[in-house]
């Protein structure tokens, strides 16, 4: 970016350079181009400068923009942690058809997602589940116990989150979480240390990508919307942030996380 203002400025001394040779050199050889050369050497400069003007105050929108984002808003589940289910339900050695029962009617079930708002005990969750398959009953009650198990800390969470912080950013953390998973991990999730607030969906019964979860973590943290940038995985979930005027980035790795967020001014 620097070469390239530094390329326009040059190109632009030149372009003035020519306008004011103009009439010298016309002058010379056609008294009608010289009177064109004039109006030109005149209207060069205005130009100019008329460019420069919308230049410095596009330069100001942007910087204005840049800098009014104080808090980035995280997700937990594939942004900061892994969630390897398939990885921890293959560990199992159950048969393939079993193997892909329990995926579809545990792990990608609505179920699931209601899991995480936390309106019932544990229990009422693994009887729900194995209502749906109770073929492998004994088996879906043993993959529900060991959970936690699909969560691993991504190694860039802690420095990330660190860094973030230290170069004055308010951070928070807005996930779908159940509470039995969040009993077996929470002691893994070392970068909630780094968090100024911390809302998970089973604590305040609440979901993404509905609209009173996002508003709990606005209002309880006194948050302004265009003052905050949220990360999630899930397009829906960073839809329904854009509703309440939250700037929202879909994660897909963490590379092209920072550079959506350096868009934004946070770097």
Known sequence: MKNLKK????LGIVVFLLAACMPMFFAMTDSNLFRASWGVAILVPILGYLFW?????LDKRKRSAEGKMKNVIFDVGLVLVDFDWQGYLKSFGFPEEENKLIGEKVFLSQQW????????DEETYVKAFERALPEYAQDVRKVLE????TIKVRDYA???TKYLRSKGYRLYVLSNYCDYALKQTRKDLTFLKNMDGIIFSCEVQQLKPEKDIYETLLGRYGLKAEESVFLDDRAENCEAARQLGIHAIQFHDFKQAVAELEKLGIK
């Open 158 to 160: 802690d420095t990330w």
């Open 7 to 10: 390329a326009a400025a040059i």
């Open 53 to 57: 003007m919308m230049y410095r105050l």
């Open 113 to 120: 997602n209601e899991r995480d708002r936390g309106l019932y």
């Open 146 to 149: 060991g959970s936690g198990k």
